[in-house]
């Protein structure tokens, strides 16, 4: 079935979800959200609440309001464009990374186990490289960030543990341009956006819409202003604004086009077949290796306690967002979740999106 995305908006029918989010505001967890919840290929709700900060003269969020989707940006655009090159037979998961990018393992002391690590490990989280390092510090140029990510040491052995890694992505989006091409954000913007008909979606928003787009923090210590329009995370800033851990723009509408395309076994609201069958089932499918990790192939599945509350069953991928965030799909409920905050507003500080979003997925379930 070829999803319709004709909108009807059910505020009554999901007024329990749509309570959680007023009542987060209220609680100053967050300062506005839009969400979109699409069930058996139709938007059945697409709403949202708040303003863009907690100045009462602050633009009010709307169904349409575009948000910084920060690590959401992961799948929608990063394992999206994976998905395509392996399709066309131009990424082999198997490949290590190294002999795409070779600055990966030359010069690297024997033993260090990096060039055993592959495309498929990077995309699963379990290359061995670490969560994070705050390589913006000393790396402000483009050129010496990506460097900096290339001669970073495992810190395990390959497939030994699972760690999810920005890192990781990094490299992923650089591996991914030299197998296209292409830029990332080109190669989206016409082998994905244009194909789903996004509307919001892309990297770096024109100045020109700035004023239009949710503030997600008053930077004091690194960029020193408010951040507006432009990606939020520091490593991708310094990229340029597009790397393949963070960088994509969208609404609520756009992220539920791409959930329904993934549902609908990769074929877009027109029929056309974006994804193979085959590769929307691979890459969402949860990886045996190592022991106990909840990673698919770039996506996350839901392991207790999760994001995603108590109700997606175990075939459900998602993401989360560290700017508040999240996409969850229900493949057997044909059902998919969007939500959008700034809960980085004014600063990161605030942690309890990490309690609204499953309070806020099961309260979709009292309107199903």
């Known amino acids: 079935m070829t999803p319709s995305l004709a909108i009807s908006n059910m505020r009554t029918r999901f007024a329990a979800a749509h309570t959680v989010l007023e009542q987060a505001v209220c609680d100053r967890a967050l300062p506005g959200a839009a969400y979109g919840i699409l069930l058996d290929g139709r938007v059945v709700a697409l709403d949202a609440v708040g303003r863009f900060t907690y100045e009462s003269d602050s633009p009010e969020v709307t169904a349409e309001t575009v948000f910084d989707l920060a690590s959401v940006t992961k799948v929608m655009a990063t394992t999206a464009v994976a998905m395509l090159l392996f399709d066309r037979g131009i990424l082999d998961l198997d490949t ?198 909840s990673r698919a192939l770039g996506w996350d599945t839901p392991t207790a306690p999760s994001s995603s509350g108590k109700k997606f069953t175990a075939s459900s991928i998602g993401h989360l967002g560290y700017t508040g965030t999240s996409l969850w799909i229900d493949r057997e409920r044909k059902l998919a979740v969007v939500l959008l905050t700034n809960r980085t507003w004014p600063d990161r500080s605030n942690k309890s999106i990490q309690q609204i979003r499953p309070t806020f997925h099961d309260a979709v379930f009292v309107g199903l």
């Open 96 to 293: 290590p990374v190294g002999e795409i990018l070779p600055g990966f393992v030359i010069g690297r002391a024997p033993g260090s186990h990096k060039e055993r690590v592959t495309m498929r490990m990077i995309l699963a989280h379990s290359s061995g490289l670490p969560a994070y390092a705050r390589l913006f510090e000393q790396h402000t140029s483009a050129n010496a960030l990506l460097r900096a990510c290339l001669q970073m040491p495992l810190e395990a052995e390959p497939e030994t543990r699972a760690e999810y890694s920005d890192i990781g992505f990094i490299l992923l989006g650089k591996a991914l341009e030299v197998l296209a091409g292409d830029h990332l954000a080109r190669y989206f913007q016409r082998e994905i956006f244009v194909p789903l008909a996004f509307t919001s979606a892309g990297f770096c928003p024109p100045t020109s819409m700035r004023s239009q787009i949710p503030p997600t923090e008053n930077d004091t210590t690194f960029r020193k202003r408010v951040i507006q329009g432009e990606v939020h995370d520091e490593h991708a800033s310094v990229l340029g604004g597009c790397g393949g851990h963070a960088g994509l723009f969208a609404g609520a509408l756009d992220v539920l086009r791409f959930a329904a395309c993934i549902l609908a076994e990769g074929r877009t609201a027109t029929g056309e077949q974006l994804f193979q069958p085959d590769t929307v089932q691979l890459f969402g499918t949860r990886q045996s290796e190592p022991p106990g990790t």
